[in-house]
């Protein structure tokens, strides 16, 4: 699959601008993220800043995959019963679905879409640690560019003690 070839390169962002292209074709939906700004943060356009989270990401399919789509729901924004987030969530579902991923893939990415800048609770990190690691592997890219504040960092490393915890109690075979 194109999508995850590209997204799967060590160098994600030369691999995505090197094939935009087909990225686009596979993924017509990104073309309105691309020079979107938002009211406001004009500093950088939503396509940049997802570019700026896929090259501090960590080189996992569905992390990477969650940074290229997080944004979508801002672009397609047009039903405000719903936020951004979830707007984004079914947009991915339906993308993938067409891109012909297995359903435990889709609904995984759609989840982390789904609560991406949500708070990570200490119910997840328990019950899902997989879950709960890659949301904070995906919140550690977005922040790690135009988001770093103490707040952040603060929130971050709080998330980072309890997940390294969590880790440190299981029990590898």
């Known amino acids: 699959m194109i999508l995850e070839k590209i997204l799967m390169d060590d160098n994600v962002v ?10 686009l074709e596979e ?31 960590f ?3 569905s992390v990477r995959m969650t940074l290229l789509f997080k944004n979508l729901g801002i672009v ?3 039903n405000m019963d719903k ?11 339906d993308i993938l679905k067409r891109c ?11 989840f982390l879409v789904r609560n991406c800048n949500s708070e990570i609770e200490d119910s997840l990190i328990e019950e899902n640690f997989s879950l709960a690691e890659k949301l904070y592997k995906i919140q550690r890219a977005c922040a790690m560019g135009v988001l770093s504040n103490d707040t952040n960092k ?3 490393s709080g ?6 915890k969590k880790e440190n109690c299981l029990v590898y075979y």
């Open 159 to 164: 998330v980072k003690h309890k997940i390294k």
């Open 27 to 57: 993924v017509p939906e990104l073309k309105y993220v691309i020079n979107y700004k938002r009211r406001g943060r004009e500093n950088l356009d939503l396509w940049n800043l997802t570019l700026l989270s896929l090259y501090n990401s």
């Open 100 to 110: 012909g991923y297995n359903d435990e893939f889709i609904n995984e990415v759609s």
């Open 76 to 78: 397609l924004m047009n």
């Open 14 to 23: 030369v691999a995505i601008n090197q094939n935009i292209d087909m990225l």
């Open 83 to 93: 936020n951004s987030n979830e707007i984004a969530s079914d947009a991915t579902t």
């Open 59 to 61: 080189n996992d399919l």
């Open 154 to 156: 603060n929130y971050l």
